[in-house]
């Protein structure tokens, strides 16, 4: 397949013998540490005694489940794998090892229980995270594959984890409305609400002698009515096999229900895998990604290039920028990502003025004329303020850029690489604004304001409240809450709390982005835009 692009080659301007630059690789260092020794934290699936418990029984770990059923060589972009990060009531990746992977040549998002922690129940961030997997797989059109082996809801959460917990089971009968696939493979206890799991999927494989699946176990029956009965005999393999029919499949082993699985996707007339032969045969970037390290200050409050980051994440660095005189402030170009299309909205700087605020929405619409999808990087404070912005429109064009990201019927997918503050987190299509993913730089921020600047108007709130109360106001007792108030904010606003409270889809290494944009771009090809009404009229400011 020849490769073709008419969008211009564009010159990078980094050098790499800059003092700077230098600096800010050497930065990196402890950002990237840090983020690696998280990464194993989030990644640990039990105690050394529950692992060997679990493997003793001739069970493989749930990693190894996963690996075992994707195809040879296939990617697996893990989501959300900080949900529940230093939260004390959650575990280690929330009780779900969850991402989107090729089985069977088919693109799909799978779902693994933890048994070897906390018996793989549901705390209150697994229910949140089963949420959000369930709406990436319905938005993107992928078949749901569940490898199932939970006690249920964690008792201590059970008001927290009950009334969100439902929402599984509701949306996977929507699923079954829309004709969008999904399996439940039973590999152990599937407990009280649980058992529903299997029961709503539109296809199950129990493992013989291990999948158990029942609303009330042997404990709950003998309270509950005085029987006293097995495990297996009350809700086993065999007898939903040959007496309830909720086994589809019976499996020898836990090899074997792999096996099953990919047979089952490959069964599916797949709506979900984006053809390669709709793209272009990919052409790397002409600059390394590493550059980026050198590039970017890991202190989000000194300035960077982004057009310099763009060019090391797009096909051989070819952009065709918008309006490139108009409104500088805010990048918006065309390119292609691992041979996809993709319109580009980009901070140059941290603050979005009225000129580059309605630049950007007529991009947006325009994307949205073809059928483009939009990848935002975030690095924002927020809308400019002061007399100038004002008299200029900035709430209107404001408004306009953020109704535009509302309406825009085009994938989106953002990056959060610095700040990604307020209103400005609005306009760049942040978590409320529903993007189809959305990940962060360990480096990224996001909150309603920055710290400096909350503290500020928190420490006037308070003067301003004493003074018509006659009150002494206490300049160091109001800085004192004022500091304390202040790093509150800044723990609350970095990355991995952030992720941790799935604001995000997790956070990646900077320099593995291009490849996740790539991964996401296959994904979103299932999710084909609809019409907007506002495309039949002029894109234009």
């Known amino acids: 397949m020849s490769t073709s692009y008419s969008y211009p080659a564009v010159q990078s301007k980094l050098n790499i013998h800059d003092e700077d630059f230098k600096n800010n690789r050497a930065k990196w260092t402890p950002v990237l540490e840090r983020f690696e020794t998280a990464l194993q934290d989030v990644c640990n699936e039990g105690t050394a005694a529950s692992?060997?418990?679990?493997?003793?029984?001739?069970?493989?770990?749930?990693?190894?489940?996963?690996a075992l059923l994707l195809d040879q060589d296939s990617p697996f972009l893990e989501l959300c794998s900080f949900?529940?990060?230093?939260?004390?009531?959650?575990?280690?990746?929330?009780?779900?090892?969850?991402?989107?992977?090729?089985?069977?040549?088919?693109?799909?998002?799978?779902?693994?229980?933890?048994?070897t922690q906390s018996g793989?129940?549901?705390?209150?961030?697994?229910?949140?995270?089963?949420?959000?997997?369930?709406?990436?797989?319905?938005?993107?059109?992928?078949?749901?594959?569940s490898l199932v082996q939970s006690a249920g809801v964690f008792l201590p959460q059970q008001f927290r984890v009950f009334h969100k917990g439902g929402q599984l089971f509701h949306d996977l009968a929507i699923r079954s409305l829309h004709g969008k696939p999904s399996c439940?493979?039973?590999?152990?206890?599937?407990?009280?609400?649980?058992?529903?799991?299997?029961?709503?999927?539109?296809?199950?494989?129990?493992?013989?002698?291990?999948?158990?699946?029942?609303?009330?176990?042997?404990p709950l029956v003998k309270m509950a009515t005085g029987e006293v009965i097995g495990a297996e005999e009350l809700g086993g393999a065999e007898i939903h096999a040959t007496r309830t029919g909720l086994a589809d499949q019976i499996a020898s082993d836990e090899f074997d229900a792999i096996h099953k699985t990919r047979d089952w996707v490959a069964s599916l007339k797949s709506k979900s895998r984006r053809l390669l032969s709709e793209a272009m045969e990919p052409l790397p970037p002409r600059y390394p990604i590493?550059?980026?390290?050198?590039?970017?200050?890991?202190?989000?409050?000194?300035?960077?290039?982004?057009?310099?980051?763009?060019?090391?994440?797009?096909?051989?660095?070819?952009?065709?920028?918008?309006?490139?005189?108009?409104?500088?402030?805010?990048l918006t170009a065309w390119a292609h990502i691992m041979g996809f299309p993709v319109g580009i909205v980009a901070n140059q700087i941290s603050v979005i003025n009225p000129n580059e605020a309605a630049k950007a929405a007529q991009f947006i619409r325009l994307c949205n004329q073809e059928g483009t999808p939009i990848i935002f990087l975030h690095n924002v404070t927020g809308f400019m303020v002061g007399a100038k912005a004002e008299h200029a429109g900035i709430i209107k064009v404001g408004?306009?850029?953020?109704?535009?990201?509302?309406?825009?019927?085009?994938?989106?997918?953002?990056?959060?690489?610095?700040?990604?503050?307020?209103?400005?987190?609005?306009?760049?299509?942040?978590?409320?604004?529903?993007?189809?993913?959305?990940?962060?730089?360990?480096?990224?921020?996001?909150s309603v304001m920055g710290p400096d600047q909350l503290a500020g108007v928190m420490e006037q709130i308070q003067s301003a409240k004493a003074r018509p109360k006659g009150e002494e106001v206490s300049a160091g007792a109001i800085r004192g809450q004022t500091d304390t108030f202040k790093k509150?904010?800044?723990?609350?606003?970095?990355?991995?709390?952030?992720?941790?409270?799935?604001?995000?889809?997790?956070?990646?290494?900077?320099?593995?982005?291009?490849?996740?944009?790539?991964?996401?771009?296959?994904?979103?090809?299932?999710?084909?835009?609809?019409?907007?009404?506002?495309?039949?009229?002029?894109?234009?400011m």
């Open 83 to 115: 949900a529940g990060f230093g939260n004390p009531d959650s575990t280690a990746c929330a009780n779900l090892i969850a991402g989107v992977g090729t089985v069977s040549g088919k693109i799909c998002l799978i779902m693994s229980h933890i048994p």
């Open 120 to 145: 793989g129940a549901w705390n209150e961030m697994t229910v949140l995270k089963v949420n959000r997997m369930l709406e990436i797989a319905f938005e993107n059109d992928l078949p749901l594959i």
């Open 290 to 330: 590493e550059d980026v390290l050198s590039l970017v200050n890991p202190d989000i409050r000194k300035a960077f290039d982004m057009k310099e980051v763009v060019l090391r994440l797009v096909d051989d660095s070819r952009l065709s920028i918008f309006k490139p005189k108009y409104g500088p402030n805010m």
């Open 488 to 540: 509150q904010v800044q723990r609350d606003a970095e990355s991995y709390s952030t992720s941790g409270m799935l604001i995000d889809d997790g956070i990646i290494d900077p320099r593995d982005t291009r490849d996740v944009l790539g991964m996401c771009l296959e994904v979103v090809g299932g999710a084909r835009p609809s019409e907007m009404e506002s495309s039949r009229f002029l894109a234009r």
């Open 399 to 446: 408004a306009q850029l953020v109704s535009a990201v509302s309406c825009s019927q085009v994938p989106h997918i953002s990056i959060i690489l610095g700040a990604s503050y307020g209103a400005g987190n609005y306009a760049m299509c942040g978590r409320s604004y529903k993007p189809h993913f959305i990940f962060t730089w360990p480096t990224g921020k996001c």
């Open 184 to 218: 439940a493979v039973v590999f152990g206890s599937s407990t009280a609400g649980g058992a529903y799991h299997p029961a709503l999927s539109d296809y199950t494989i129990f493992v013989a002698n291990q999948a158990q699946a029942f609303l009330g176990g042997p």
């Open 51 to 66: 692992l060997a418990r679990h493997q003793s029984r001739g069970q493989l770990l749930p990693r190894d489940r996963i």
